[in-house]
């Protein structure tokens, strides 16, 4: 079975500042998808951005990219240019895409990321 | 992106009545969905994973007769809370995969008085 650890549960940074975001994660698999997703306050749940393990380039969505170190079990967040409505709770989480990701997500604890005006 | 709807979005019931939240992929068939619940400030946690035309697989520790999940079309998934209690009450989030990516319902909340 697979872990995931988020261990920053509450993070504030000033609106335009860049903030980082840490996830570990566990797992004898050797193909995986790594994930960030957004929950704001109306709880909906926002994918941010998604990583294959078997790509060595780290992914990007505009102000977002992670920083992916396979070795090191390591998948970060980074926000660029943060805005107020930036202001949310951030999951990692860890998919087996092997029979087409049945076997669900499994989520880190999550971190609050408030971004301050 | 596809779309997955939850019906209702929010619901109050007494206690010892039976609740029914209705899990729809809007524009996409799914053979798989996966039902969560979410306490405040905590991360989401499987309950179980719903397939279309067979029974559901429930995690450790969630019991399936008090969480009834039936899929009976490639587009629906129902969640049934039986004899509600007040420890019953939060967030359901049910979420259906297309193209191993996981699309995600706005949730309901439960309270049970």
């Known amino acids: 079975a697979q872990t995931v650890t988020q261990s920053q549960p509450e993070m504030s940074v000033q609106e335009a500042e860049t903030v980082t975001l840490s996830c570990t994660y566990d797992?004898?698999?050797?193909?995986?998808?790594l994930f960030w997703y957004k929950q704001p306050p109306s709880r909906q749940m926002i994918l941010v951005i998604r990583q294959e393990a078997y790509k060595q380039q780290n992914a990007t969505e505009n102000r977002f990219s992670v920083n992916f170190q396979k070795a090191a079990k390591s998948f970060s967040l980074k926000i660029s240019d943060s805005q107020l409505g930036d202001t949310a709770m951030y999951f990692c989480a860890f998919m087996n895409p092997s029979g087409g990701g049945a076997d669900g997500l499994t989520f880190g604890k999550g971190t609050h990321l408030i971004i301050q005006p | 992106g596809a779309v997955v709807s939850q019906h209702p979005s929010w619901v109050i019931c007494k206690s010892g009545t039976s609740v029914k939240i209705e899990c729809r992929s809007l524009d996409f068939q799914a053979t798989t969905m996966f039902w969560y619940r979410q306490f405040p400030k905590q991360s989401l946690m499987l309950m179980a994973t719903s397939n279309e035309g067979s029974k559901a697989t429930y995690e450790q520790g969630v019991e399936k007769d008090k969480f009834l999940i039936n899929h009976a079309s490639l587009t629906l998934s129902t969640l049934t809370v039986t004899s509600a209690h007040p420890e019953d009450s939060s967030f359901y989030i049910c979420s259906a995969i297309d193209y191993n990516e996981q699309f995600f319902g706005p949730g309901t909340r439960l309270t049970v008085l």
């Open positions: 797992t004898s698999e050797s193909n995986y998808y």
